[in-house]
Every structure is written in C-alpha cells, then in structure tokens.
Antibody, heavy 118, light 108 residues
Framework: VQLVESGGGVGQPGGSLRLSCAAS????????MHWVRQAPGKGLEWVAF????????HYGDSVKGRFTVSRDNSKNTLFLQMNSLRPEDTSVYYC????????????WGRGTVVTVSS | EIVLTQSPGTLSLSPGERATLSCRTS???????LAWYQQKPGQAPRLLIY???SRATGVPDRFSGSGSGTDFSLTISRLEPEDFAVYYC?????????FGPGTKVDIK
C-alpha cells in the first residue's frame, strides 16, 4: 500500500488550496478514505472521510463548510479542497486508509505541509 | 463526539524498563474499535494495536494492549531505544474517529 500526498504549500488566509493523494497497492475503489492533520508540535486531528464510492462524506467540526473531500476512483486519487483557509489550518495533512478492513488506520502517507500565512 | 484522554502526558523511563500508558474514553466503546499508534519525529504515525489487543503486522511482541469499556492501556514490556516516541490512542466506532492527545515516552 502506498499513499502519496501532494499540493501542500503556503496559502493566504481566506484563500484556497487543493491537496491530492495518489493511492496504489490496494483496490482504491473498495475503501473509504480519510484525511488526518497535525499542527506543528500538536496531536492528531481527524479532518474528513469519504465512502468508497464517494456517496457519503463526513467532516470534523473545525473544517465543516470550508473543506470538501472527493475522489476519482478511475485515477486512484483522493482530494481535499480547502477553502476559506485560516492560520489554524496550518498542519501536516495525511491521507489514510484502513486497508486491512479492520477499521484501524494501517496505512498512512508521508504527509504534505500546509502553511496558512499572509 | 467521543473524547479520549491519555495519561500520563509524559513518561520518563530508561531502556529495559516497563511502560504502561493509559487511555480513557468519554463513553463506553467496544474494544473492537480502539487502536494505538506510535509516532516518531518527522514520521507519519504507525499502527501498533487494533481491536484493543491485536498487534498489527510486524509489531514486536513487547507491545501489548488491553482494556474494555472506557479504560484501555498499552504496555511496552521492556523499552528498546527505538520505542522512545509519542503514542496515541484512537477510537473508530464510526467514521468520525477521534484521537487522544498523546503520551510522550522519553529517555530518563
């Protein structure tokens, strides 16, 4: 299983960024996918989940209404559209999957760094 | 939302010692949905334990998990130098997972 995030960088407050996660080594279209973030020096915060077929999404309270998770199963790619960015969104963003089907997060990407600053 | 608390915040121990980390959930959960992760600086978290007590692939048997209801624990029987890290518990009863704040195990 391999998950490779991209799209991080510096975004302005109120601006937008779009993260991508390229998945390989498992049947991407059969698994729900998550985004988890970690602010500098802080713990892990769950951000969003999307069902295997894209039919359902869930969001953490801190990003609800600003972030949108989506997927392209034909390209084995997960996305996170981040709008109305705030300084507190500054974090490493990880793409995660429970690839063994047990629910626990057994595969993580290396993460992509998002910095929100003017 | 199910809130997880971990104690202690920091555990200072020497190699070879036993480490016991605690995780408490704000409401009772099935032990099937409690996991532990290890994170080293600059790295992504690594799954250690799922279902409260099952070791993930490749995890040494010095790591063990136990507990039920609202009280869970992770034990490292004899600390190796590579075990000094931050440990997080997680509940995944639904897709809206939550993590504990972490316990840092550092070298005394």
């Amino acid at each position: 299983v391999q998950l490779v995030e991209s799209g991080g960088g510096v975004g302005q407050p109120g601006g937008s960024l779009r993260l991508s996660c390229a998945a390989s080594g498992f049947r991407f279209s059969s698994y729900g996918m998550h985004w988890v973030r970690q602010a500098p020096g802080k713990g892990l915060e769950w951000v969003a989940f999307i069902l295997f077929d894209g039919s359902k999404e869930h969001y953490g309270d801190s990003v609800k209404g600003r972030f949108t998770v989506s997927r392209d199963n034909s390209k084995n790619t997960l996305f996170l559209q981040m709008n109305s960015l705030r300084p507190e969104d500054t974090s490493v963003y990880y793409c995660v999957v429970a690839s063994a089907g047990r629910g626990a997060f057994d595969a993580w990407g290396r993460g992509t760094v998002v910095t929100v600053s003017s | 939302e199910i809130v997880l608390t971990q104690s202690p915040g920091t555990l200072s121990l020497s190699p070879g010692e036993r480490a016991t980390l605690s995780c408490r959930t704000s409401q009772s959960i099935s032990s099937s949905y409690l996991a532990w992760y290890q994170q080293k600086p600059g790295q992504a978290p690594r799954l250690l334990i799922y279902g409260a007590s099952s070791r993930a692939t490749g995890v040494p048997d010095r790591f063990s998990g136990s507990g039920s209801g609202t009280d869970f624990s992770l034990t490292i029987s004899r600390l190796e130098p590579e075990d000094f890290a931050v440990y997080y518990c997680q509940q995944y009863t639904t897709s809206r997972v939550t993590f504990g704040p972490g316990t840092k195990v550092d070298i005394k």
